[in-house]
């Protein structure tokens, strides 16, 4: 196997993804058009999308690192939203995009037609969550997008395969596709349930932070795989569980959420920048396949599609989003009122993804060759043109229409007075360790805790305060700088003893960590 290709594509895509932080520009936007841009260099490896590899290989720990990320109080407060858009949007723009294509393209059957409806329809978890990261949307509003490309993979995936079995001829009906829908939403969010307790459990019960973090990694396989064997949705059982975890994981000990969250960060920043590069690599094969459908004819046709995608969007979008408050006195009472402009940010913020052409791919030989070469061509149009219309007018579009910020300083006396009450409830259970004789200690320590104590309830109060007026400094800022300083002095000192021979590099590993803890630690109490 030529593991030359791979290394090239993860080094390219993470160097210019790091590229990308030093640019206004977002980094898939950049990773799609340099993929673009390299894909017809001469020597370049020919990188096919394998869906036998993108769905149960990268899918899962991606929808895994996206869900774990998210709430699941603020998911729950947003349900109802979300399942219409990963749910009935999905169904409703699978039918419209279908019924277009169908009308639109001389001689595509309507089953052909239906399965580019649900190939297209998903917006990508992948897209949502790479684009709402930057551009800094509203809480309710990423809520509700997280949510939905978290749920909509397995809603598309149904319909997929109920249109494709007609296509092809196995003679698949409504009635048995709503039946298989049902079977693998109830099946997958069922083996999350029976899953994410043992799980946790193993999580909490291993000692080694090793061996927990070696079983994060495992765990979106491992229910993406249940799932799957069970034809069951894999996608809902992987953020069932996802889900689960990254509510508990205040249960897990301190050394494994240190290195897991370095681990899934690292994860999640090399596939999702090979995703992103992956897409715009694919434009050779596309236009290869395409076959009898060449030349302005398909142009139009990929023009069309990606219009009645963005469109049908904002059909359902606008209705879905006030028609239940005119109906329902309940919804009025219960949910907050939205806004035109939200409306507007969900509507355009439709970005598809790795997932739509990897289905897209997955379309088996059994199917016509024009048919499947065209499905293929018009998903990665429609995936090309949605990140890249919708992905670079997103940010303008959100400064425009004016959202109200973050309230910085309410925001910061909420996290004031939620550090005051943990204070309080350490000092008191302080109190009553230091009274049992078991538990004595010479006064320094006894000071030194309580001081740690103190400087964790002020940090929070003091970016409240003044700045320094000859350095600019916040207190924050001048004691982070301070701690580094006296952090640096001991490392140099550490590492000189190392290089005389006075203490083993083992031992000088052991204290470096020791003070990357304490950096970290002054870091996060600086804010």
Same mark, same amino acid.
């Not at 790091?18 to 898939?28: D, E, I, Y």
């Not at 109080?73 to 169908?102: C, E, H, K, M």
């Not at 048919?371 to 400064?399: A, D, E, H, K």
């Given at each position: 196997?030529?593991?030359?290709?791979?290394?090239?594509?993860?080094?390219?895509?993470?160097?210019?993804?790091?590229?990308?932080?030093?640019?206004?520009?977002?980094?898939? %936007?950049?990773?799609?058009?340099? /993929?673009?841009?390299?894909?017809?260099?001469?020597?370049?490896?020919?990188?096919?999308?394998?869906?036998?590899?993108?769905?149960?290989?990268?899918?899962?720990?991606?929808?895994?690192?996206?869900?774990?990320?998210?709430?699941?109080?603020? %998911?729950?407060?947003?349900?109802?939203?979300?399942?219409?858009?990963?749910?009935?949007?999905? %169904?409703? &723009?699978?039918?419209?995009?279908?019924?277009?294509?169908?009308?639109?393209?001389?001689?595509?059957?309507?089953?052909?037609?239906?399965?580019?409806?649900?190939?297209?329809?998903?917006?990508? &978890?992948?897209?949502?969550?790479?684009? &709402?990261?930057?551009?800094?949307?509203?809480?309710?509003?990423?809520?509700?997008?997280?949510?939905?490309?978290?749920?909509?993979?397995?809603?598309?995936?149904?319909?997929?395969?109920? *249109?494709?079995?007609?296509?092809?001829?196995?003679? &698949?009906?409504?009635?048995?596709?709503?039946?298989?829908?049902?079977?693998?939403?109830?099946?997958?969010? /069922?083996?999350?349930?029976?899953?994410?307790?043992?799980?946790?459990?193993?999580?909490?019960?291993?000692?080694?932070?090793?061996?927990?973090?070696?079983?994060?990694?495992?765990?979106?396989?491992? *229910?993406?795989?249940?799932?799957?064997?069970?034809?069951?949705? /894999?996608?809902?059982?992987?953020?069932?569980?996802?889900?689960?975890?990254?509510?508990?994981?205040?249960?897990?000990?301190?050394?494994?959420?240190?290195?897991?969250? *370095?681990?899934?960060?690292?994860?999640?920043?090399?596939?999702?920048? *090979?995703?992103?590069?992956?897409?715009?690599?694919?434009?050779?094969?596309?236009?290869?396949?395409?076959?009898?459908?060449?030349?302005?004819?398909?142009?139009?046709?990929?023009?069309?599609?990606?219009?009645?995608?963005?469109?049908?969007?904002?059909?359902?979008?606008?209705?879905?989003?006030?028609?239940?408050?005119?109906?329902?006195?309940?919804?009025?009472?219960?949910?907050?009122?939205?806004?035109?402009?939200?409306?507007?940010?969900?509507?355009?913020? /439709?970005?598809?993804?790795?997932?739509?052409?990897?289905?897209?791919?997955?379309?088996?030989?059994?199917?016509?060759?024009?048919?499947?070469?065209?499905?293929?061509?018009?998903?990665?149009?429609?995936?090309?043109?949605?990140?890249?219309?919708?992905?670079?007018?997103?940010?303008?579009?959100?400064?425009?229409?004016?959202?109200?910020?973050?309230?910085?300083?309410?925001?910061?006396?909420?996290?004031?007075?939620?550090?005051?009450?943990?204070?309080?409830?350490?000092?008191?259970?302080?109190?009553?360790?230091?009274?049992?004789?078991?538990?004595?200690?010479?006064?320094?320590?006894?000071?030194?805790?309580?001081?740690?104590?103190?400087?964790?309830?002020?940090?929070?109060?003091?970016?409240?305060?003044?700045?320094?007026?000859?350095?600019?400094?916040?207190?924050?800022?001048?004691?982070?700088?301070?701690?580094?300083?006296?952090?640096?002095?001991?490392?140099?000192?550490?590492?000189?003893?190392?290089?005389?021979?006075?203490?083993?590099?083992?031992?000088?590993?052991?204290?470096?960590?020791?003070?990357?803890?304490?950096?970290?630690?002054?870091?996060?109490?600086?804010?």
């Amino acid at each position: 196997m030529d593991v030359m290709p791979l290394l090239l594509l993860v080094a390219g895509s993470a160097a210019v993804a790091g590229a990308a932080r030093r640019t206004p520009a977002p980094a898939p %936007l950049l990773l799609v058009a340099v /993929g673009l841009a390299v894909s017809y260099i001469p020597g370049v490896p020919s990188y096919t999308l394998d869906p036998h590899v993108v769905l149960p290989l990268l899918l899962p720990p991606l929808l895994y690192t996206s869900a774990s990320d998210s709430s699941y109080l603020d %998911l729950r407060a947003q349900l109802r939203p979300v399942a219409l858009l990963s749910v009935g949007y999905v %169904l409703f &723009a699978t039918v419209v995009v279908g019924w277009a294509a169908y009308v639109l393209v001389p001689g595509l059957p309507l089953p052909a037609a239906l399965v580019l409806g649900a190939v297209v329809a998903p917006p990508d &978890a992948v897209a949502a969550t790479a684009v &709402a990261r930057r551009v800094g949307l509203p809480s309710r509003i990423t809520t509700i997008l997280q949510g939905e490309s978290l749920l909509n993979d397995a809603t598309a995936i149904t319909a997929y395969k109920v *249109a494709l079995g007609a296509a092809v001829g196995e003679g &698949a009906t409504w009635a048995g596709g709503i039946g298989e829908f049902a079977l693998a939403a109830v099946g997958g969010v /069922g083996i999350g349930l029976l899953l994410m307790a043992p799980l946790h459990w193993l999580r909490t019960h291993l000692n080694e932070p090793l061996l927990q973090n070696t079983l994060s990694l495992l765990i979106p396989f491992v *229910a993406y795989g249940v799932a799957e064997q069970s034809h069951a949705s /894999g996608v809902l059982a992987v953020v069932v569980v996802a889900l689960y975890l990254g509510h508990r994981a205040w249960e897990v000990d301190f050394a494994t959420r240190l290195q897991e969250e *370095a681990v899934w960060k690292m994860v999640a920043f090399v596939l999702e920048s *090979a995703v992103f590069a992956l897409i715009g690599l694919q434009l050779p094969i596309v236009l290869k396949r395409l076959g009898e459908y060449q030349g302005p004819a398909a142009a139009w046709y990929a023009v069309a599609v990606f219009l009645v995608v963005v469109v049908a969007r904002f059909v359902w979008v606008y209705p879905a989003t006030f028609l239940p408050r005119l109906l329902s006195k309940r919804i009025r009472a219960r949910e907050e009122n939205p806004t035109w402009r939200g409306a507007m940010v969900t509507s355009w913020a /439709g970005m598809r993804g790795v997932v739509s052409l990897a289905i897209a791919f997955a379309i088996p030989s059994t199917m016509a060759d024009g048919p499947r070469n065209l499905i293929l061509f018009l998903t990665f149009t429609t995936v090309i043109g949605t990140l890249v219309v919708q992905g670079v007018t997103l940010p303008p579009l959100i400064r425009l229409l004016r959202f109200p910020g973050r309230d910085r300083q309410a925001e910061t006396l909420a996290e004031a007075n939620a550090q005051a009450q943990a204070s309080r409830a350490a000092e008191a259970r302080l109190d009553d360790l230091l009274s049992d004789e078991r538990n004595a200690l010479p006064p320094p320590l006894v000071d030194r805790l309580s001081t740690v104590l103190e400087r964790r309830r002020n940090a929070v109060w003091e970016r409240l305060g003044q700045v320094n007026p000859v350095t600019g400094e916040s207190v924050d800022d001048t004691y982070r700088r301070l701690s580094r300083e006296m952090i640096s002095a001991e490392r140099e000192v550490f590492v000189r003893l190392r290089d005389h021979r006075y203490i083993d590099d083992e031992m000088l590993r052991a204290l470096l960590r020791r003070l990357d803890l304490e950096e970290a630690a002054a870091f996060r109490e600086a804010g």
